[in-house]
Every structure is written in structure tokens, then in C-alpha cells.
């Protein structure tokens, strides 16, 4: 894969994680990152598409109380 171009994977976890915010009502990821203990920067890059570490998505996905399988299945 070109470096240059970001794997649509990664652009679709990233995607899925900023559905999740907007419905908790979050329209900013800066609040939502503070507001939960998250570095902000870090967080909204996870939300462009970044690698995330699998702790880091296991964090989200406690703080939105849904499985790795739910987060999954629509992706």
C-alpha cells in the first residue's frame, strides 16, 4: 500500500469512533477527550484514523459500553 495514502481500514475504526462520540451528544472531541480522561490530541487523531494501541480502543469501547464485537460489526 502507498505510504502516502492512509489505509481505508484505519479511516473506518476512525470514522466509527466519531459516530460514538456524536451519539453521546459530543460535538466537540476535545470535551468528549476531557471529559473522560483522554489526551486530546491523541484522541482526536484516533479519530482521523491514527493507530491506536488496542488498550487505547479497549478504553473507548468501555467508555461507550459496547463489545469488541459490537464496534466491529458494522465496519
Not at 35 to 52: I, Q, S, T
Not at 53 to 72: C, K, V, W, Y
Amino acid at each position: 500500500m502507498d505510504d502516502k495514502k492512509q489505509d481505508p481500514r484505519l479511516t473506518a475504526i476512525g470514522d466509527k469512533i466519531k459516530r460514538l462520540r456524536l451519539a453521546k451528544g459530543y460535538r466537540s472531541y476535545e470535551t468528549f477527550a476531557f471529559d473522560h480522561g483522554l489526551p486530546r490530541v491523541g484522541y482526536g487523531r484516533h479519530e482521523k484514523g491514527a493507530n491506536l494501541t488496542m488498550a487505547s480502543l479497549l478504553r473507548l469501547l468501555d467508555i461507550h459500553g459496547i463489545s469488541l464485537q459490537e464496534f466491529f460489526d458494522d465496519l
